[in-house]
């Protein structure tokens, strides 16, 4: 699949084109995980009802290779890819480079803060990569931190932003935490899972969870770090997502072993043996009504791969990706 996929149906299903984007379709082209995406639409079985308008490069996107997504407070897309930065309001698309003061093209994680300012994590999605750190455009200038500034890495693939408003990034040297004026950074030293750090979450208590590539995941509680593997019920160390949902549980996506939900004392793993869609899992949503939307991906030529819907009950694939 190339390029990103909008779909074009009634009013009612619009946002919810814009959850199936950003659960599916982003990491259907290899995308990093997402954790910016706006929820709160009208999600339905019959959502994928409609036409697709496919948006490529020739149309205006930075590149057809897309690796994060956002909607700004505002309304308007923004689409990281491997060539710089786009951004569309529906009307007209503008793309942001490295001429324009964008730390990398490559960008690979989105994520806007409280008081509007969007920070771009660069690199990419390999240690091998060399990245060039963080950069945070307010509308009008450009300013970039890297590990000069006390970046743990300049691979960034995450960011989120506390209840404090501390930016947290996830890094392949570990986790960072920027208050706006000094840093703090996680390492295996201080009792991360791994340095390798794909996602980020804070749950309702104010912890702070780091999924990473094949130590499991980790929860920080302000003082000591707590470690789950899959010694302890998690579906597999590779860890791409983690969200909190209503009633507490956390659920926690991974590559090649599904999906598991922990709510804190004990754990439930569903795979596609269960129905899920394909078992390496990049992305959760809750919709308003409590359903789970699972991204999944088949990019190595494995069978299955898409989003699927747990009610509670039972999967539903919404939408197939067998390419």
């Given at each position: 699949?190339?390029?990103?996929i909008?779909?074009?149906a009634?009013q009612?299903?619009?946002?919810?084109?814009?959850?199936?984007?950003?659960l599916?379709?982003a990491?259907a082209?290899?995308s990093?995980p997402?954790q910016d995406?706006?929820?709160?639409?009208e999600?339905s079985?019959s959502g994928?009802e409609g036409v697709w308008?496919?948006?490529r490069?020739?149309d205006?996107l930075?590149?057809?290779f897309?690796?994060?997504i956002?909607?700004?407070?505002?309304?308007a897309i923004?689409?990281a890819a491997f060539g710089?930065v786009?951004r569309?309001?529906g009307?007209s698309?503008?793309?942001?480079?490295?001429?324009d003061?964008l730390?990398s093209?490559?960008?690979?994680s989105?994520?806007?803060?409280?008081?509007?300012?969007?920070?771009?994590?660069?690199g990419g999605?390999t240690?091998?990569?060399?990245?060039s750190?963080v950069s945070?455009y307010?509308?009008?200038?450009w300013?970039?931190?890297?590990q000069?500034?006390?970046l743990?890495?300049?691979?960034?693939?995450?960011?989120m932003?506390?209840?404090?408003?501390?930016i947290?990034?996830?890094?392949w040297?570990?986790?960072?935490?920027f208050?706006?004026?000094?840093?703090k950074?996680?390492?295996?030293k201080?009792?991360?899972?791994n340095?390798f750090?794909?996602?980020i979450?804070?749950?309702?208590?104010g912890a702070?969870w780091?999924?990473?590539?094949?130590?499991?995941?980790?929860?920080?509680d302000?003082?000591s770090?707590?470690?789950?593997?899959?010694?302890?019920?998690l579906?597999?160390n590779?860890?791409?997502?983690?969200?909190?949902?209503k009633?507490?549980?956390?659920?926690?996506?991974?590559?090649?072993?599904g999906?598991?939900?922990?709510?804190?004392?004990?754990w439930?793993?569903?795979?596609?043996?269960?129905?899920?869609?394909?078992?390496k899992?990049r992305a959760?949503?809750?919709d308003?009504e409590?359903?789970i939307w699972i991204?999944?991906?088949?990019?190595f030529?494995?069978t299955?791969g898409?989003?699927?819907?747990f009610?509670?009950?039972?999967?539903k694939t919404?939408?197939?990706l067998n390419?």
């Amino acid at each position: 699949m190339k390029g990103t996929i909008r779909i074009d149906a009634t009013q009612q299903h619009r946002r919810y084109g814009i959850l199936l984007v950003v659960l599916a379709l982003a990491w259907a082209t290899q995308s990093s995980p997402l954790q910016d995406a706006d929820a709160q639409g009208e999600a339905s079985e019959s959502g994928t009802e409609g036409v697709w308008k496919t948006y490529r490069y020739v149309d205006g996107l930075a590149s057809n290779f897309v690796l994060s997504i956002l909607q700004e407070k505002e309304g308007a897309i923004w689409f990281a890819a491997f060539g710089g930065v786009s951004r569309f309001d529906g009307k007209s698309w503008k793309t942001f480079t490295q001429k324009d003061g964008l730390a990398s093209d490559g960008v690979l994680s989105i994520m806007q803060d409280k008081e509007g300012a969007i920070w771009f994590g660069t690199g990419g999605l390999t240690a091998a990569f060399v990245g060039s750190g963080v950069s945070r455009y307010d509308g009008k200038s450009w300013k970039t931190y890297t590990q000069n500034d006390g970046l743990a890495n300049n691979n960034v693939l995450s960011i989120m932003q506390d209840k404090d408003g501390a930016i947290w990034f996830g890094t392949w040297g570990g986790v960072s935490r920027f208050d706006g004026k000094s840093w703090k950074t996680y390492t295996q030293k201080d009792g991360l899972a791994n340095n390798f750090v794909l996602s980020i979450m804070q749950d309702k208590e104010g912890a702070i969870w780091v999924g990473t590539q094949g130590g499991g995941v980790s929860r920080y509680d302000g003082k000591s770090w707590k470690t789950y593997t899959q010694q302890d019920g998690l579906a597999n160390n590779f860890v791409f997502s983690i969200i909190q949902d209503k009633e507490g549980a956390i659920w926690i996506g991974t590559s090649g072993g599904g999906v598991s939900r922990f709510d804190g004392k004990s754990w439930k793993t569903y795979t596609q043996n269960d129905g899920l869609a394909n078992n390496k899992v990049r992305a959760i949503l809750q919709d308003k009504e409590g359903a789970i939307w699972i991204g999944t991906s088949n990019i190595f030529g494995e069978t299955g791969g898409g989003v699927s819907r747990f009610d509670g009950k039972s999967w539903k694939t919404v939408l197939s990706l067998n390419l």
